[in-house]
């Protein structure tokens, strides 16, 4: 049976990603509006009825769009096509205290490149922002007019070329080998030593090394599965897939880290075994299983600011250098990189880097004490 084919008078209509939703456009009095649906059918109607107010000679009625109500527009439609809980909140932060703030009244026809010019100035000037916010938060908005553009609703881009502030790469200098030895050394009787020892030997994200489950993890292969990130919003946990398929992977355990996560689980048995099970009525002060390996005296998840008041503590008291609890990751990528133990390509995965040219930009210079040894080395071969 043949498929009944609309008139080609009827315009056209395409599933709109943006908004989530169908999009249909004809052309109308010189121009070219648009509407939005839940289904072709409700678009189709919307179209019929704008064309027969045209053919009565009324005008059809376009939107007036402000820059704060199309940013909205385009955050719900990014929530509606499925975009991780933690990619709105983003979004959300951004727009609440800057974009809007600033850019929110002006109605999205009349934004011009002077004026956001003048809004980037103004946060460098005013607000005193880094450079690296100040670049996140362009990028948003330059997502969110392209998409108008796309929309038909403004004809290009007031934010595509735009004066920004430069970005000052702040040299990282991480634990040398001495010292990854001696943090080692200072988390042996600390609740967190397997945390701890598991950051700097596998280069974990802490997001990754929180969410992270006994399930994934192999003590007899030496193997741990990373698939997951672990956040916390609106009072809930959420366990949220890898952000790139680069980050799932599987990384090898070295046998120390090995040994520490067998004592940590036996540990986290007592624990358990000491407070019972909950239950809601007998036991309401009980462990509530996370399935999780890095977890409160009560089984949950641990919040990263408690990890970090700890981690801080800790290397304060054992008179180490200030660093983040990132920098972890950083130390075990030097460490790795400085002795040779892995190739670029190698580290790039072990790291769940989305290209080798990340890996690159972060790890590929070596550090002062990694050009002495090889400059003794040129040396006695120049002397032999």
Same mark, same amino acid.
């Given at each position: 049976m043949a498929t009944k084919r609309r008139p080609n008078s009827?315009?056209?209509?395409?599933?709109?990603?943006?908004? !989530?939703?169908?999009?249909?456009?004809?052309?109308?009095?010189? +121009?070219?509006? #648009? %509407?939005?649906?839940?289904?072709r059918k409700n678009v189709l109607e919307q179209m019929r009825a704008a064309r027969a107010d045209s053919k009565r000679g009324l005008v059809v009625g376009e939107k007036k769009w402000t820059t704060g109500a199309w940013l909205e527009e385009f955050v719900a439609g990014r929530a509606k096509i499925g975009r991780k809980p933690g990619t709105i909140q983003d979004y959300r932060y951004y727009l609440d205290y800057y974009?809007?703030?600033?850019? !929110?009244?002006?109605?999205?026809?009349?934004?011009?490149?002077? +004026?956001?010019? #003048? %809004?980037?100035?103004?946060?460098?000037?005013?607000?005193?922002?880094?450079?690296?916010?100040?670049?996140?938060?362009?990028?948003?908005?330059?997502?969110?007019l392209k998409h108008a553009v796309a929309a038909g609703i403004i004809e290009t881009s007031p934010a595509a070329v735009l004066d920004l502030p430069a970005v000052h790469k702040v040299k990282k200098n991480p634990y040398n080998l001495e010292e990854a030895k001696a943090f080692l050394e200072a988390v042996i009787d600390h609740r967190f030593r397997a945390l701890f020892t598991l950051s700097i030997t596998t280069a974990l994200r802490e997001g990754e090394a929180l969410a992270l489950k006994w399930e994934n993890v192999d003590l007899e292969a030496g193997t741990i599965e990373v698939n997951n990130t672990l956040h916390r919003r609106d009072r809930a946990w959420h366990f949220e897939s890898a952000k790139t398929e680069s980050s799932k992977r599987t990384i090898a355990m070295v046998p120390l880290l090995m040994t520490v996560l067998a004592q940590h689980r036996e540990s986290q048995r007592a624990e358990r075994l000491l407070i019972g099970d909950y239950d809601k009525k007998d036991n309401p002060k009980g462990w509530m299983d996370s399935g999780v390996v890095f977890a409160t005296h009560k089984g949950g998840p641990l919040l990263a600011r408690?990890?970090?008041?700890?981690?801080?503590?800790?290397?304060?008291?054992?008179?180490?250098?200030?660093?983040?609890?990132?920098?972890?990751?950083?130390?075990?990528?030097?460490?790795?990189?400085?002795?040779?133990?892995?190739?670029l390509d190698e580290l790039s995965k072990f790291l769940g880097h989305a290209s080798i040219q990340i890996t690159s930009d972060f790890y590929l210079h070596l550090s002062v004490e990694a050009q002495a040894k090889s400059m003794n080395k040129l040396q006695d071969a120049l002397t032999s």
């Open positions: 009827d315009g056209s209509i395409d599933w709109f990603a943006p908004r !989530g939703c169908y999009r249909g456009q004809i052309r109308l009095d010189g +121009k070219r509006p #648009a %509407f939005y649906g839940a289904s974009l809007i703030r600033h850019l !929110g009244s002006i109605p999205l026809k009349e934004l011009r490149r002077p +004026k956001l010019q #003048a %809004f980037v100035d103004q946060l460098v000037k005013e607000d005193n922002l880094s450079s690296r916010v100040i670049r996140h938060c362009v990028t948003k908005l330059r997502t969110a408690n990890v970090l008041r700890s981690y801080t503590a800790l290397i304060a008291k054992a008179g180490l250098r200030k660093q983040t609890y990132h920098d972890l990751r950083h130390a075990c990528s030097r460490l790795l990189r400085e002795s040779g133990a892995m190739s």
